[in-house]
């Protein structure tokens, strides 16, 4: 018996009688005059990497549910074992709501899918619950030196599993975005209640990034205004060591002050919420990219000027001679410049 099938929408390319490079056989790879590959090529955006990165979301839908925004981050913890099932381990997808197809839109890192989703200010937020942010995980051991088969079972649980539910550690928000003209008090990103973390859009329209224990709390605010209506680059930064907030703004430190040690927890029952939460903070605006990390620029062995290089000048936007694309990219290694 044959079960239905659904099938799946894909651009099969497209075909050629000629070669699309010039003279492949004999070393020459740049495109030939009329090539098949011109203006094939995409753009696509590759973040730097950052420290114990446990989220991290383009803002593209799912595919086939526009309410699925895909958790795209990987952190090798421990409890990846068995390299057959990592594709079982935990991911943090957000879910849109009052999302439709219409909320996705194309954006400046990259022009291979719509990968922007748009926030109305009235009723539309993203949320992930806090139940999938503090798992459980039993872990099977298997000892491969033991031929009798022995094995063990291993919990991973509180601190040990890792997700953006913060607790004592250092720890980053990095995000892509863009407010409409004049938009204020509007929620970025936050997962508080008693004790956790908020990145907003305050009353002046700068970017306020606080955190709150039981008995502390600590904010800082930029020193400028972001919402202009252009695309922003955000890092807030918790460094507990140094006791000190920072939040860097388009490739630079914009702003700095007192933070909190490493002995107050962040940890709460509140669901993960962008771009606004049931009852209030709707942003308005458009996102493209998020991400949180469990550690701080430095903790990741760079800063903010080699990430912010890497992601608005990174060789992946070049080909392999070095040179930009001319108008949309051409397939293949080399741009068509002659």
Not at 22 to 49: I, T, Y
Not at 127 to 150: E, H, T, Y
Request: with cysteine.
């Amino acid at each position: 018996m044959l079960k239905e099938v659904k099938s799946i929408a894909y651009d099969l390319g497209v075909e050629s009688k000629k070669s699309p490079m010039k003279d492949p056989a004999d070393g020459d790879f740049s495109l030939s005059d009329g090539s098949a590959a011109l203006d094939r090529g995409v753009k696509a955006f590759v973040p730097w990497a950052t420290y114990a990165n446990v989220g991290e979301w383009n803002f593209h839908s799912a595919g086939n549910d526009p309410a699925r925004l895909i958790d795209e981050h990987w952190y090798m913890t421990p409890y990846y074992y068995v390299r057959d099932t990592y594709y079982r381990n935990p991911q943090f997808p957000l879910t849109g709501v009052n999302f439709t197809k219409a909320n996705y839109v194309a954006g400046p890192l990259e022009d291979w899918t719509k990968g922007a989703c748009t926030f109305n200010w009235q009723d539309q937020y993203a949320v992930c619950p806090n139940a999938q942010l503090n798992r459980s995980l039993v872990i099977p051991i298997k000892f491969r030196w033991d031929k009798s088969g022995q094995k063990e079972t291993r919990t991973v649980a509180g601190k040990d599993f890792k997700s953006p539910q913060i607790y004592d550690s250092n720890f980053l928000i990095e995000a892509y975005f863009k407010t409409v003209p004049g938009h204020t008090k509007g929620i970025l990103c936050q997962k508080i209640g008693h004790a956790g973390y908020s990145l907003s859009v305050n009353r002046s329209g700068g970017i306020t990034f606080a955190v709150r224990g039981e008995k502390t709390s600590a904010s800082v605010r930029s020193a400028v205004a972001v919402n202009d209506g252009n695309w922003h680059h955000v890092i807030a930064e918790c460094d507990r060591g140094a006791r000190k907030l920072v939040l860097y703004l388009n490739g630079r430190k914009n702003s700095t002050a007192p933070g909190i040690g490493g002995s107050v927890s962040l940890f709460n029952s509140s669901d993960l919420y962008v771009g606004g939460t049931p009852d209030r903070g709707c942003f308005h605006g458009t996102f493209e990219f998020l991400r949180i990390s469990l550690g701080t620029l430095k903790d990741a062995k760079t800063d903010i000027g080699e990430l912010y290089a890497w992601e608005f000048d990174g060789p992946f936007l070049y080909d392999f001679s070095g040179n930009k694309p001319r108008g949309k990219r051409d397939a293949g290694a080399l741009e068509k410049v002659d």
